[in-house]
């Protein structure tokens, strides 16, 4: 059967992982070399890494260690930030990203979602959505959820799979950092609309929001959070254990 | 030493890592002769089976592969390389494989409930068959390696020596004498990828 997967999400700025971290026994918080290796070995099934980074040398840097990353991670590795051309999918994919995440170039154009997948594969581009209700609407956010789009989500997303989204990560702009728990109304629209995985983030502050997003939506496959795992409020064995224990599959 | 096919399909690079990461001496490569000196093959693959096997065919390393596999080389095809040791495809049309391995490619739409998603992709549990094959002899039953496909090898039943549940029993692994195949990805499945790749690389 296969697993929930647990994903942990990590900012990178000029080669350090931003946001504060707090891990007894890490030596270099900001290290995402160290800090991949220690989710791995805490089972994480995957890790997503994005670029926020908005100079060349920051790019050049965070391919450099991208590199250096998957030559000591051996789990699936997604990569986004800053992606807006087959280029940049190639400069992440060389450097051992197993998928690449696309939110704001795919918006710009849409156009990138299908000749990406065409080369690499539909399982290789990954949707990411940033998305808020406007007047009881699911409406798309661009620019780091700054800038109302006025499209509708769900066709959003339905157009980014039709043109070869393998995955989608739904991102709820209302429930991100409250610590409430996952946007279960917003992602079940998402479920319901398409067939390939989605993923779900924004708004886990605690074990039970896991448990309680799979087991309210059996059709969700992985949840991502990143601030909670990294201040050490939710381990990755506990949280799993958990869901063992509550007969959601996953891997121990 | 280790030589991994290269025939421009797909990305080598975590391949490399996690063979490095097992001590193991390897090299990339499209030469026939380093094939042919190696002590282990491993032909590796993604993305669609027609394109790729006429990739192989036309760098003429097939006839190389079938003839190193039949002096009793070890061979290990990962995902696609894996699909391509079978006879034939039926992913878009008919395509010849190598043949290594009776059986073929079908899509898993045909065995799978409806509802369940394709591909079937993320971390799965290997169930063994009857007897535990020499390349699982560091990992248990049970434990969980990370799949990424949409086809899956069938009328293999004699050669499988895995499957993975999801929804009907999918093809995990095969295994024939030297000739052996992993339909997941070991090189993406942490530590029983590695234990897995470093039981190749002693065989």
Same mark, same amino acid.
């Given at each position: ?15 350090? &992982? &931003? ?24 089972? +994480? ?23 250096? =990353? ?35 170039? +795919?918006?710009?154009? =849409?156009? =990138? ?25 699911f409406r798309v956010f661009a620019k ?27 991102? #709820? ?5 409250v610590k409430g728990g996952f946007d ?10 398409? #067939? ?55 891997? =121990? | 030493?280790?030589?991994? *096919? ?15 990461? *097992? ?8 030469? @026939?002769?380093?094939?042919?000196? @190696? ?6 693959? *993604? ?6 096997? @006429?990739?192989?065919?036309? %760098? ?7 003839? !190193? ?21 039926? !992913? ?37 068959? $009857? ?9 248990? !039953? ?17 050669? %499988?020596?895995? %499957?993975? $549940? ?20 070991? $090189? ?6 590695? @234990? ?6 002693? $065989?």
């Amino acid at each position: 059967m296969i697993t929930k997967r647990i994903i942990p999400c990590l900012d990178v700025k000029n080669g350090r &992982v &931003v946001k504060g971290v707090n891990f007894e026994g890490l030596g270099d918080v900001a290290s995402p070399v160290e800090l991949a290796k220690f989710y791995s070995d805490c089972g +994480a099934d995957e890790l997503v890494f994005y670029d926020i980074t908005a100079s060349a040398e920051g790019r050049k840097l965070f391919t450099d260690i991208l590199c250096e =990353l998957a030559r000591s991670v051996f789990i699936p590795l997604t990569v986004g930030g800053g992606i807006n051309t087959l280029e940049d999918f190639d400069r992440v994919l060389k450097c051992g990203a197993d998928k690449v995440s696309v939110n704001s170039g +795919a918006i710009r154009n =849409l156009s =990138l979602i299908g000749e990406a997948a065409k080369r690499y594969g539909d399982q290789c581009v990954v949707l990411s959505a940033d998305i808020k209700r406007v007047d009881g609407v699911f409406r798309v956010f661009a620019k780091g959820g700054r800038e109302n789009t006025g499209m509708e989500a769900i066709e959003w997303i339905k157009r980014g799979v039709d043109n070869g989204a393998g995955e989608i990560v739904v991102n #709820s702009i209302d429930t991100d950092g409250v610590k409430g728990g996952f946007d279960i109304e917003m992602l079940e629209a998402v479920c319901n609309a398409v #067939s390939v995985p989605v993923i779900a983030s924004g708004g886990a502050g605690c074990i039970d929001h896991f448990t309680e997003l799979f087991g309210a939506l059996p059709k969700v496959d992985a949840g991502l959070a990143a601030s909670i795992f990294h201040f050490g409020e939710v381990k990755i064995e506990d949280l799993k254990k958990e869901l063992k224990k509550n007969n959601i599959p996953v891997r =121990l | 030493m280790v030589a991994l *096919v290269d025939y421009g399909v797909g990305n080598l690079f975590s391949l490399v890592s996690s063979l490095a990461a *097992v001590g193991a001496d390897a090299v990339v490569t499209s030469d @026939a002769k380093v094939l042919r000196d @190696a002590d282990k093959i491993i032909l590796p693959g *993604v993305g669609a089976f027609g394109d790729a096997a @006429a990739k192989l065919r036309a %760098t003429g390393l097939d006839s190389v592969i079938k003839e !190193e596999a039949a002096k009793g080389k070890p061979l290990l095809g990962i995902c696609l390389g894996m699909q391509m040791l079978l006879r034939k495809s039926y !992913e878009y049309g008919e395509h010849e494989g190598l043949g290594l391995i009776k059986g073929e490619i079908r899509p898993i739409s045909e065995v799978i409930p409806s509802d369940y998603k394709i591909p079937h992709i993320g971390w799965n549990a290997l169930n063994f068959t $009857e007897n535990k094959s020499p390349l699982f002899k560091y990992i248990n !039953e049970g434990d969980h390696v990370y799949f990424v496909h949409s086809f899956y090898g069938t009328n293999c039943a004699e050669s %499988t020596i895995a %499957t993975a $549940e999801y929804g009907a029993p999918l093809t995990a692994a095969v295994a024939k004498d030297n000739v052996m195949g992993c339909q997941f990805h070991p $090189e993406k499945s942490g530590n029983v990828g590695l @234990a897995i790749l470093k039981a190749f690389c002693e $065989e």
